[in-house]
Nanobody, 124 residues
Framework: QVQVVESGGGLVQPGGSLRLSCVVS????????LGWFRQAPGKEREEVAL????????RYVDSVKGRFTISRDNAMETMWLQMDGLKVEDTAIYYC?????????????????WGRGTQVTVSS
């Protein structure tokens, strides 16, 4: 049984930092591309960052480039999202997802396993 569990969300002031964690069990972790998504109230879910299987190369949405860093440890079956320089507009529920793709870009339907999300609130 696949389990995806996020943690690390919370309330932080603008300019602050948070580190989100995602543990995925029940899959062959190293063969999965992993991603962080977020959904703010009244908005559609968007991809924030992904880290590919194989070479662990990364991709970020423009709005977080230079502020967020995605990383993974295959032995620990864990992925992280380091978020620095947080802005009010980063407020959202953040979700972790896993896609069984190898050396190709995931499509929307490839994201098979999802966590329940962790709330990130940036406010003064």
């Amino acid at each position: 049984q696949v389990q995806v569990v996020e943690s690390g969300g919370g309330l932080v002031q603008p300019g602050g930092s948070l580190r989100l964690s995602c543990v995925v069990s029940g899959i062959t972790f190293e063969y999965y591309t992993l991603g962080w998504f977020r959904q703010a109230p009244g908005k559609e879910r968007e991809e924030v960052a992904l880290i590919r299987s194989g070479d662990s190369s990364t991709r970020y949405v423009d709005s977080v480039k230079g502020r967020f860093t995605i990383s993974r440890d295959n032995a620990m079956e864990t992925m992280w999202l380091q978020m620095d320089g947080l802005k009010v507009e980063d407020t959202a529920i953040y979700y972790c997802a896993a896609a069984p793709v190898w050396y190709r870009e995931p499509t929307t339907s490839d994201w098979k396993h999802w966590g329940r999300g962790t709330q990130v609130t940036v406010s003064s």
